[in-house]
């Protein structure tokens, strides 16, 4: 493992030198073990502790399939799925391991006693399978996160609509959190050359998810002059969905939970905040039993307040239960509520008079398809949006990184050296780099 990241640390990337590599019979990655899925029993989803169930293990690196890419990764970052492996919620993935694996001999692989975690990742081929073309030994990488099988019909219109659609490294093995990882070919994607390597692997999830979600046709298809209400707008999904927005021409409502979460919008540009805390706005009951409608209309006029007495044409949905009463209430009429994850539960509940009488839509989104993550990592290469990295921490500390999100203690995205020895490494391009650095820097240390 000296010998490939030394190679990655030369700046050398001929395929000559990387396909003359030797790769070592294990790695070191983050892993949860399948006889700890009911360590937590008992325990209220906030009380269960990541670094109690993530591990730093030596494991066997695996054959490599057709169609398959073997990455070095030098840098991965920690999204909410981690989390839920985390904590075994909402169900453990060794499931979703157990049922890929009875699919193909190749699939085998990945129902293991323990499971690879993260998806994300950035760094350099070593090797590829049979029948790859495009990607070569020595290219820098960043990938996506969607694994596909595409042999159903129903994926080739959109891959997120196949059958056999998983998130790498949440419902496969081999996933980022790890010196070395396994990704089909058509999760490659060029890595931005004015980014280190733990800020080019933070935007992978959550810029795609962002993408397809409000600008992608197959989401809220965002337009010129729309108001979009955007929750968690300074986190690892919001921070994203913020920027796209502005650059977009639209305006964007940002709802945060602190002064500090407010001025990080300010620095991205928006201008119409709401800070939920300093509100005091309490959607449900003590005993979560029961919602409030005052609080929703409560939150209603300070939009319009906000926006000269307007109500919003999409919200950006994606804390789930705790706010997605509101969230059909506020939207106007016609508007859009496009909603993926649950971070807050996912039984919603809303009052369904709001939704049907004045015709509004309530639209899924889930990740996305290779074309809008390759669209997505476009506006980063180009500088049109910026990584949201506020911290980096070492692969040892992954169990912390993940707390750190599941607590909501940080801002924007949360990094993790995996090979890379140091943060800032892996800049080829400085003079692009030096037009950005304000931007790629504004979330750091926040």
Known sequence: ????????????????????????????????????????????SRDKDPRKSLHIDEVPVPELAPGEALVAVMASAINYNTVWTSIFEPVSTFGFLERYGRTSEYAKRHDLPYHIVGSDLAGVVLRTGPGVGKWKPGQEVVAHC??????????????????????????????????????????LMPKPTHLSWEEAASPGLVNSTAYRQLISKNGAALKLGDRVLIWGASGGLGSYATQMALAAGATPICVVSSPEKAEICRAMGAELIIDRNAEGYKFWNDDNTEQDPKEWQRLGKKIRELTGGHDVDIVFEHPGRETFGASVYVARKGGTIVTCASTSGYMHEYDNRYLWMNLKNILSSHFANYREAWEANELINRGLIHPTLSKTYALEEVGQAALDVHKNAHQGKVGVLTLAPEAGLGISDPEKRAKYEAEINRFRDA
């Open 1 to 44: 493992m000296d010998q490939i990241r030394d190679a990655i640390l030369s700046g050398d990337r001929t395929e000559e030198t990387y396909a003359n590599l030797s790769i070592p019979a294990t790695y070191r990655a983050a892993t949860v073990h399948k006889d700890e899925v009911g360590m937590f029993e008992g325990l209220a």
């Open 146 to 187: 969607l694994s596909v099988e595409l042999e159903d019909a129903d994926g080739h219109n959109d891959t997120m609509l196949d059958p056999q659609q998983r998130i790498w490294g949440f419902e496969t093995n081999f996933g980022g959190l790890a010196e070395l990882a396994i990704v089909k070919a058509n999760q």
